[in-house]
């Protein structure tokens, strides 16, 4: 029998399918990312597991990932399920997989909803070609060096956030990729207080000001072609602007640089020739 990846509603209950509920009702062992969760979700599908209920969460997923291999060794159905969406997306399930994959043991995947593409749908922005961020870094500088790495990405990019760090997310993304980039916030998706903001990135750095609560997913739209002809003085502008935003003189340079595609050394001869 397999290991099982199943994907679980984002919110509504409803949006489970027939085949999750037999699933939880089947397992010989269910492992979820939170057993009162899973509990409270089998009891809106009308569900009772025959199976042993375990946690596999990011703090014991390591250690209970023997455990769960040799259940699926002895020939049990071991069902891996998150609070939401799917398993391994920024959610316990990698380890698991990665070593049911070096032991040659089986893995199926019960497809189910994902915040990743439900956000991209409802974005309105590109979604021929898209990269997943996951969370950004919770310091300041590290996240500003991650989002450095998305300023000539050409592809919409979905990223999760924590709301408490939100404001402070979306003012580094204007300061490393322009007020200007448009983006998308979506919170509490698919659940009773559903909201979607449309915008740019300094409309919706304003907006979350403001008290932010429940879960989100940000949209990011891919960087324009660049301005290969800049000169001198719009680089030094450039650099200026990202500065006067909160980063450091090496940071602006590097994000410029980027952006446009020029060299590191270009934009800082540029910087140092308008201040001389």
């Known amino acids: 029998m397999p290991l099982v990846l199943a994907g679980a509603p984002l919110g509504r209950p409803s949006d489970a399918s027939a085949g999750l509920a037999a699933a939880l009702r089947d397992a010989d062992v269910l492992a979820a990312e939170d057993t009162r969760r899973l509990r409270r979700l089998c009891s809106d599908l009308g569900v009772t597991p025959a199976g042993r209920v375990v946690s596999c969460f990011e703090g014991n997923e390591e250690r209970r990932v023997p455990e769960l291999l040799d259940a699926v060794r002895a020939g049990q159905t071991v069902v891996l399920v998150t609070d939401a969406g799917m398993p391994t997306v920024s959610d316990p399930g990698y380890r698991l997989v990665v070593a049911a994959a070096a032991a040659d043991l089986p893995v199926t995947c019960l497809p189910g909803p994902s915040a990743v593409t439900t956000a991209l749908a409802l974005s309105g922005l590109p979604s021929d070609r898209f990269c997943f961020e996951g969370f950004l870094p919770r310091k300041g500088g590290e996240r500003r060096a991650r989002l450095g790495q998305l300023v000539a990405e050409r592809r919409t990019a979905v990223l999760f956030e924590a709301p408490h760090r939100l404001a402070d997310s979306l003012a580094d993304m ?65 650099v200026g602007v990202r500065e006067a935003a909160g980063l450091s003189r090496k940071e602006a340079i590097a994000a410029v640089a980027q952006e446009l595609g020029v060299p590191k050394r270009e934009v800082y001869d540029a910087v140092v020739g308008a201040r001389s």
């Not at 204007?174 to 207080?193: D, P």
């Not at 915008?199 to 301005?227: D, F, I, K, S």
């Open 174 to 238: 204007v300061a490393v990729l322009g007020a200007e980039r448009r983006a998308v916030v979506c919170r509490e998706l698919t659940k009773t207080h559903e909201q979607v903001l449309r915008g740019t990135l300094g409309e919706l750095a304003a907006w979350a000001q403001g008290e932010v609560r429940g879960e989100v997913t940000l949209v990011l739209a891919g960087a324009p072609e660049p301005e290969v002809d800049a000169t001198p003085a719009e680089l030094a502008r450039l």
